[in-house]
């Protein structure tokens, strides 16, 4: 979360808003990127598990896949939410730093 600030800084050249508006933005395509790499791995573990399922008892498995993977998900947004919030309420300033 540190390296965000970090980041942030070196770009906005002592600007404040736009460090400001760096945080948000750096956090932001940060935590949709974890939440694309770990929905995919999500979607693949439910998928595998799935059609071993499938093979194994050959019922109508596919509509509760579904919805448990929707619940997976809502949850895994939930979570990069609170740790993007987290992030930029930790690196955003309201003054500038005397240095």
Known sequence: MLRIGVAASK?????????????????????????????????LIVFL???ILHALKPADF?????????????VLGLVVGVFNIAAIFKNIQFTKNKI
């Open 49 to 51: 598990v799935s059609l």
């Open 11 to 43: 770009m906005s050249k002592g600007s404040l808003l736009s460090y400001n508006l760096y945080v948000i933005l750096i956090a932001c395509l940060f935590s949709l990127f974890v939440f694309f790499i770990c929905g995919f791995s999500i979607f």
């Open 62 to 74: 596919h509509a509760g896949w579904v919805h448990m993977f929707k619940i997976c998900l809502v």
